[in-house]
């Protein structure tokens, strides 16, 4: 990642911790990760953070994680959540409905799997 990705994903992330009012101190205590860690992220100081803490810092903060996904070009998307937990967590949606929201997209993947060949 460059260091303007590094710096975009820092604001992002600062701004959507400052829009719920919290302090770095409140991100790490719901992360688990280190005051110096956000600190640092943040500042934009990491080239390569990790994925899955990329990802853990989007849940906790509510944002879409294809936000910082778009910012570098894809290095999250392995390290997302299965579909079942992103849209229970995401739309709070019943058992039920992801079920259907599952179903519905397993669907679509057929149809273009066929349309491939």
């Avoid at 709070?92 to 149809?111: A, F, G, H, Y």
């Amino acid at each position: 990642m460059t260091k303007e990705q590094a710096q975009r994903i820092g604001q992002l992330i600062a701004t959507a911790r400052r829009n719920r009012s919290w302090s770095l101190r409140r991100l790490s205590m719901e992360t688990g990760y280190t005051f110096s860690w956000h600190a640092r992220l943040e500042r934009g100081e990491y080239a390569k953070p990790a994925p899955e803490k990329l990802r853990r810092v989007t849940e906790v903060l509510g944002m879409d994680p294809e936000r910082i996904d778009r910012i570098v070009k894809g290095m999250m998307s392995d390290g997302l959540p299965g579909m079942r937990t992103y849209f229970r967590a995401k739309y709070e949606l019943s058992q039920e409905d992801i079920d259907v929201v599952e179903r519905t997209v397993e669907e679509i993947q057929r149809k273009h799997k066929d349309t491939e060949r």
